[in-house]
């Protein structure tokens, strides 16, 4: 069963920032946070990963709390093409497995 | 583009029969990760091969089985299929067994059991 939980569903409006939440209750220590997301009919796709300190690449930021039990990953400027489902996922690293939960559907809207 | 290709695409199956799902990795990516994804779920782990050895497998039974081949290719093998296995079909290779590497997926096989 997955770790984390995060909202059904969010709506941002094109070109401005979506700020996705996920909590992690249960992390311990030597697990990082992922971030995958699915655009409809695709594979999931790599965003960003992190374990305590705040990360930010070309897709995307991530803000992971002192305690490590919440995250949010941020689409500084999102577009039409953001519009997937977002997972967080919580992993040891060396166990090679990803446990997904249901995610959050963005949907980017004009 | 992730490099991860998968074939076929779409299959359609009776409940009984066996079938096989074939993905390419990218080049110099060791390890392969199965995934099946149900409608309206997220993937959940079938089991992971790094260098030709089944390296951990989620709560998949025995009918689920893989094989893996040194020219980056893999395969996943269903038995006695279930109305049940109906399900996108995803493979996810990366360069090491830890997800501390980027899995990258493939765009799925969609497997239809009447």
């Known amino acids: 069963d997955a770790k984390t939980t995060q909202p059904t569903s969010m709506d941002c409006a094109e070109g401005r920032a979506a700020n996705l939440p996920c909590n992690h209750s249960?992390?311990?220590?030597?697990?990082?946070v992922y971030w995958y997301r699915q655009i409809h009919s695709q594979g999931p796709q790599y965003i960003i990963h992190?374990?305590?300190n705040n990360e930010t690449n070309e897709m995307a930021s991530l803000i992971i709390t002192e305690d490590r039990k919440s995250s949010t990953l941020i689409l500084p400027h999102a577009t039409l093409r953001d519009t997937a489902v977002y997972y967080c996922?919580?992993?040891?690293?060396?166990?090679?497995?990803?446990?997904f939960g249901q995610g959050t559907t963005l949907q980017v809207k004009p | 583009e992730t490099g991860v290709t998968q074939s076929p695409t779409h299959l359609i199956k009776t409940r009984g029969q066996q079938v096989t799902l074939r993905c390419s990795s990218q080049?110099?990516?060791?390890?392969v990760s199965w995934y099946q994804q149900a409608l309206g779920q997220g993937p959940q782990f079938i089991f992971q091969?790094?260098?030709?050895?089944?390296?951990g497998r989620g709560n998949f039974p025995p009918r689920f089985s893989g094989l893996q081949f040194p020219n980056y290719s893999s395969e996943l093998n269903v038995n006695a299929l279930e109305l049940d296995d109906s399900a996108l079909y995803l493979c996810?290779?990366?360069?090491?067994?830890?997800?501390?590497?980027?899995?990258?997926f493939g765009p799925g096989t969609r497997l239809l059991v009447l």
């Open positions: 091969y790094y260098r030709e050895e089944e390296n």
């Open positions: 080049s110099g990516h060791n390890t």
């Open positions: 992190g374990l305590k």
């Open positions: 996810a290779s990366s360069k090491t067994q830890t997800t501390w590497e980027t899995q990258y």
């Open positions: 249960t992390i311990s220590g030597n697990e990082y």
């Open positions: 996922i919580d992993s040891s690293g060396n166990t090679g497995k990803l446990i």
